[in-house]
């Protein structure tokens, strides 16, 4: 990344640890340089974007999203983002290991912008960082998310 360029939040939202670390090490091989917030329910999601707009954190360019979550799931939690004011116009992406054609047509009805199988180990989270975030966190993109208007 050049010097002149600033670092992209990406928030990844995800329940399960074996994904959280695979994540993590993959971002560190990723090709483009990016902060990832990892946390794993709606509450911490709503308590940190309060946090981070209360003391003017950078919000996040991309939100990664397991529809499976515990306590409410990704569909619902995505419901919410798409209701917030400082989230309802991120790119957001919808991935599961385990889904239906339903649960697909589903993410994109409450306000997905992509849906991908969850990449199940480090070379797969690898490409899937290498491919995607590039694409989503281009200016333009963020223009043609998704709107609640």
């Known amino acids: 990344m050049s010097e002149n360029q600033t ?38 999601v709503l308590a940190w974007l309060d946090a981070s707009v209360a003391s003017s954190h950078p919000i996040p360019r991309v939100i ?11 569909l619902a939690v995505l419901r919410k983002l798409r209701m917030h004011e400082v989230t309802r116009d991120i790119p957001v992406l919808g991935f599961s290991a385990e889904y239906t054609q339903g649960d697909i047509l589903m993410s994109y009805r409450v306000g997905a912008n992509s849906f991908v199988a969850k990449p199940a180990d480090l070379q797969q989270f690898i490409e899937f960082f290498n491919k995607q975030l590039p694409y989503w966190l281009q200016p333009r993109q963020r223009k043609l998310a998704f709107s609640t208007s």
Do not use: N, Q, W, Y
């Open 7 to 44: 670092r992209h939040t990406v928030l990844m939202i995800e329940d399960d640890p074996v994904g959280v670390d695979l994540a993590r090490s993959a971002a560190a091989e990723c090709v483009d340089d990016f902060d990832m917030v990892v946390l794993r329910d709606a509450d911490e």
């Open 64 to 74: 990664l999203i397991d529809l499976k979550l515990p306590k409410l799931d990704g």
